[in-house]
């Protein structure tokens, strides 16, 4: 051994190795914020974090600060409409793109796709107005083509992952019987061991995109009610619009 080497201490080992792990998360965070997707749902979350404090009561309505977060919430949610600038061409590309075996896929992605996308193209719209370029009077039949195009894109997409999470159960199913198989005859199994949690990873994460489109068609459906009715309750709807957020936030981080 180097006699440079065996001076090392305790301390400056764990630094040495402390350091590639913070570099490691610091790069995976500036590719994260680099992305559309990564600030939108930051600001996302900022914004329905916000909205919870104010449907619950906590704060007065005669407080400074309660005004002031109500400010912030309507500032967040226009940038955050920003971003949404184009962003309707992606449902095409994906649309373009998909591989589709069955007629009822076909129809399925249209909706999904074409709904999504129609969304995303009249948001473009309503920031527009907003932003005070386009008469405001126009607002709110574009916030009602935008919300139930958004409902329907989400109809749409929940009926596809279920059809994938289908697929994927039977493909597990497969796996667990040959990885029996294998442990009766004593042969290894780490490559479908292997195979295996890497399907439950993506099974996991199929079943949070579905929690997530009902947690965001829950808003699109408030939004088509004018917030009357069942399931529109201000509070639930901001824990629904958190739980997207955190949930999309996960899947845009594990993706870089």
Same mark, same amino acid.
């Given at each position: 051994?180097? @006699?440079?080497?065996?001076?090392v201490?305790?301390?400056?080992?764990?630094?040495?190795q402390s350091?590639?792990?913070?570099?490691?998360?610091?790069?995976?965070?500036?590719?994260?914020?680099?992305?559309?997707?990564?600030?939108?749902?930051?600001?996302?979350?900022?914004?329905? @974090?916000?909205?919870?404090? %104010?449907?619950?009561?906590?704060?007065?309505?005669?407080?400074?600060?309660?005004r002031? %977060?109500?400010?912030?919430?309507?500032?967040?949610?226009?940038?955050?409409?920003?971003?949404?600038?184009?962003k309707?061409?992606?449902d095409?590309? @994906?649309l373009r793109?998909?591989?589709?075996?069955s007629?009822?896929?076909?129809? %399925?992605?249209v909706?999904?796709?074409?709904?999504?996308?129609?969304?995303?193209?009249?948001?473009?719209?309503?920031w527009? @107005?907003?932003?005070?370029l386009?008469?405001?009077?126009?607002?709110?039949?574009?916030?009602k083509?935008s919300?139930?195009?958004?409902?329907?894109?989400?109809?749409g997409?929940?009926?596809?992952?279920?059809?994938?999470?289908?697929r994927?159960?039977?493909?597990?199913?497969?796996?667990?019987?040959s990885?029996?198989?294998?442990?009766?005859?004593?042969?290894?199994?780490?490559?479908?061991?292997?195979?295996?949690?890497?399907?439950?990873?993506?099974?996991?994460m199929?079943?949070?995109?579905?929690?997530?489109?009902?947690?965001?068609?829950?808003?699109?459906?408030?939004?088509?009610?004018?917030?009357?009715?069942?399931?529109?309750d201000? %509070?639930?709807?901001?824990?629904?619009?958190?739980?997207?957020?955190?949930?999309?936030?996960h899947?845009?981080?594990?993706?870089?």
């Open positions: 051994m180097d @006699a440079k080497a065996s001076t201490g305790p301390s400056q080992t764990a630094t040495a350091e590639p792990k913070g570099k490691d998360f610091l790069n995976h965070l500036e590719v994260y914020l680099a992305k559309r997707d990564g600030v939108d749902k930051l600001l996302k979350i900022s914004r329905y @974090a916000t909205k919870i404090i %104010l449907a619950s009561s906590v704060l007065p309505e005669t407080v400074p600060l309660t002031q %977060l109500k400010s912030f919430e309507s500032s967040v949610g226009l940038s955050r409409k920003a971003f949404r600038l184009g309707f061409v992606q095409v590309n @994906a793109n998909s591989h589709l075996d007629k009822e896929e076909i129809l %399925l992605s909706i999904a796709y074409g709904g999504e996308g129609l969304y995303y193209f009249v948001e473009q719209f309503i527009l @107005a907003k932003s005070g386009i008469d405001a009077k126009h607002s709110r039949n574009l916030q083509i919300a139930w195009a958004e409902l329907i894109g989400y109809i997409s929940i009926s596809l992952k279920l059809r994938d999470l289908k994927i159960k039977e493909d597990e199913a497969c796996l667990n019987s990885i029996e198989i294998a442990i009766s005859r004593g042969v290894g199994r780490a490559e479908e061991e292997d195979r295996r949690k890497k399907l439950r990873e993506k099974k996991l199929k079943q949070l995109s579905v929690v997530q489109d009902i947690a965001d068609g829950l808003m699109s459906l408030a939004d088509i009610r004018d917030g009357k009715g069942r399931f529109t201000p %509070l639930l709807l901001s824990c629904a619009g958190l739980l997207s957020a955190l949930i999309s936030t899947k845009n981080w594990v993706s870089c």
